[in-house]
């Protein structure tokens, strides 16, 4: 019954992917909400972005400092594990694991609201393709935002480390020893690869369980929380696989 | 002018529409009417293509809606305007750019042009200077009011409105009621009107269709149905303490 269920939704899924990827009617009104959705799914996410990756930069500088390092390693062990873990995991797969928080529910809950207050069926019936017109731009807008907040994140996430050097638990010359110790360019296209792979499973995964609500408010709201779970799992999945893909 | 033809809907295996017939002439106000339940929504969305029928046709001017390729029948779509039960405004754009939504997408008007028929459209319901607010600012009835602008911004020549009345006080049904009744007259549309509030079926209830269990239980016009003989229509119409006094007034 689960590999029925699941194969239904799956097929589902693609044909709704079908009819979402289809030139759009209008490219002047494609943009307009392809500028909005880069806003609105991007532009407002930046915040929380810059605040989580600041403090997890801090506390990874922080852990490994006293409880890892030891005077059998080099000084500039926390620097160059705090920058490992931040631009080979936090800043593409956590990031997006939270985001799909935000993001994800945001979406779900837009179009599934659309959907029973029948704004999607008032679309239909004017002729226009309302899959295309709604998530098109949510997808294009996130692919195009996501390498922007994994910059953002990193950045934000070495200020972070730095901060803790300022209140002494690590030397600054050590620290930025670390932070530029064997670093290489691959590992921030490798994030950036992730992280389009992962927006995209965010902004489909959940524009499909707002799209395909059926009910009141209580249906929307369970496929917001759907959303946001499938998108995370799909997301830690997909992290298994790229990772050993790309490294 | 829009015909059904031998219409069946089922879900589920239960027959919701059985063999529904019907016209729906040109300028005319045409009401679809029955209790909850009956079938009218989902007469309504098959009729529109938001339902597959299992069997049977829809014509819209002679051209068969239900065989249509998927681009025949988007083309036909932008022919029609639809004003829903809860209005169905797109709730982040203001009164402008609803009415104007339509316009933007289908329209090749420049922006002037197409602000200008918007206000016009606007203008046509009573509802100038509320350009610039937004869905959740407005009352229902301006609400309906807006769709009903929205529905009609690229003149199209087939109306369908979804229980209009719904939610809102007498007067303000009487007003929605007149407005659609005017607007079908002056732009010669074919209107289908779902509803059960009898006061729309005095009022503008220029061809009537009674729908009870899915099935067409009689058709005729406003000055017929108080004097009908159909017993299922009777219990429907006269459910009413008001209208069982104006029938014996009248007898």
Redesign the interface.
């Known amino acids: 019954m689960f590999i029925v269920n699941f194969l239904s939704a799956f097929g589902r899924y693609l044909m709704l992917m079908g009819r979402t990827f289809s030139i759009p009617e209008r490219w002047r009104m494609f943009l307009k909400q392809y500028i909005k959705e880069l806003s609105q799914l991007g532009v407002d996410s930046i915040g929380i972005v810059l605040l989580i990756s600041f403090f997890i930069g801090a506390v990874i500088c922080i852990q490994i400092k006293l409880n890892i390092a030891s005077p059998w390693m080099p000084n500039f062990t926390t620097g160059y594990t705090t920058r490992e873990i931040m631009v080979l995991e936090f800043s593409s797969s956590i990031m997006c694991l939270i985001l799909s928080g935000k993001v994800g529910s945001n979406i779900a809950s837009e179009i599934g609201t659309m959907r029973v207050t029948q704004q999607i069926d008032a679309l239909e019936i004017m002729g226009v393709n309302s899959a295309s017109f709604l998530i098109l731009p949510k997808i294009l807008g996130l692919m195009t935002m996501i390498p922007c907040l994994v910059v953002f994140s990193m950045a934000a996430g070495f200020v972070g480390a730095y901060a803790s050097a300022l209140v002494g638990i690590v030397s600054v010359d050590d620290l930025t020893i670390g932070l530029q110790h064997d670093f290489r360019q691959w590992f921030i296209w490798m994030s950036m690869i992730k992280s389009f792979v992962f927006a995209f499973i965010i902004a489909s995964v959940s524009s499909f369980y707002g799209y395909t609500v059926e009910g009141g408010s209580f249906d929307v709201g369970k496929a917001s929380t759907d959303a946001v779970v499938r998108s995370s799992m799909l997301i830690l999945f997909a992290d298994i696989f790229l990772t050993p893909l790309l490294s | 002018m829009i015909e059904i033809k031998h219409l069946y809907k089922s879900f589920e295996g239960r027959a919701v529409l059985t063999d529904i017939n019907a016209i729906f002439e040109e300028g005319k106000t045409n009401l679809i009417i029955g209790q909850s339940g009956s079938g009218k929504t989902v007469l309504v969305k098959n009729i529109?293509g938001?339902f597959e029928p299992d069997k049977g046709e829809v014509l819209y001017d002679g051209r068969n809606f239900v065989k249509m390729s998927k681009r025949e029948?988007?083309?036909?779509?932008?022919e029609?305007?639809?004003i829903?039960?809860?209005a169905?405004?797109?709730?982040s754009m203001s009164v402008l750019e609803n009415v104007m939504?339509?316009l933007?997408?289908?329209s090749g008007k420049n922006e002037a042009d197409r602000i200008k028929r918007a206000k016009f459209c606007l203008d046509r319901v009573n509802l100038a200077g509320a350009e610039d607010k937004f869905p959740g600012e407005i009352s229902g009835g301006m609400q309906k009011r807006v769709a009903i602008a929205r529905a009609i911004a690229l003149n199209p020549k087939y109306l369908?409105c979804d229980e209009p009345n719904s939610g809102l006080d007498p007067k303000t049904s009487l007003v929605i009621d007149e407005l659609i009744h005017s607007i079908t007259e002056e732009y010669k549309m074919t209107t289908i009107i779902n509803t059960h509030d009898m006061n729309s079926v005095m009022g503008i209830g220029e061809n009537i269709i009674y729908i009870c269990e899915g099935r067409k239980e009689w058709q005729g016009n406003k000055d017929q149905i108080m004097t009908s003989t159909n017993e299922k229509l009777n219990s429907f119409i006269f459910a009413s303490d008001l209208f069982r006094k104006v029938k014996e007034a009248n007898s």
């Open positions: 529109v938001l029948k988007v083309l036909i779509r932008r029609m305007g639809m829903f039960q809860s169905a405004l797109f709730d939504f339509p933007d997408m289908f369908f």
